[in-house]
């Protein structure tokens, strides 16, 4: 009886199908960010500014210089990296309560 687990598997895999369809005609589609009319009229002064063309456009820390100019923080692609953390056992900077031993049970007298 050979049969029975073909029979099984393909009704898997067809029930597998039918439940990725029902989901994905469940999702609803992306929506575009809103348009902020302050936002696009900036850009549009940078890019007048700056003589940007189809061919040519204006490079991209350019326009983030412009546009922090006018008041809008820079993309995150183009916001300078947070600094590394300190190494392993180094000192974190200077605290205040190095003497409390509360704070710092391993302070000495």
């Known amino acids: 009886m050979a049969v029975f ?4 598997t393909a009704l898997f ?8 369809a029902a989901y ?4 609803d589609p992306p929506r575009p960010p809103p348009h902020d009319p302050a936002f696009e ?10 003589g940007g063309e189809p061919d040519d456009p204006v490079p991209a820390d350019t ?3 412009c546009m922090a100019s006018k008041g809008f923080p820079p993309p995150r692609h183009l916001r300078p ?14 605290d ?6 509360i704070a710092n ?5």
Request: negative net charge; charged residues 25%; hydrophobic residues 35%.
């Open 105 to 109: 049970p391993f302070a000495g007298p």
């Open 24 to 27: 994905a005609q469940d999702r």
């Open 41 to 50: 009229a900036a850009m549009d002064d940078c890019w007048v500014d700056y």
């Open 5 to 8: 687990p073909r029979w099984s």
């Open 96 to 101: 205040e309560d190095d003497d409390d031993p």
């Open 13 to 20: 895999a067809f029930a597998m199908t039918a439940a990725a």
């Open 81 to 94: 990296p947070p600094p590394p953390p300190p190494p392993h056992g180094a000192p974190r900077g200077d």
């Open 63 to 65: 326009m983030a210089e």
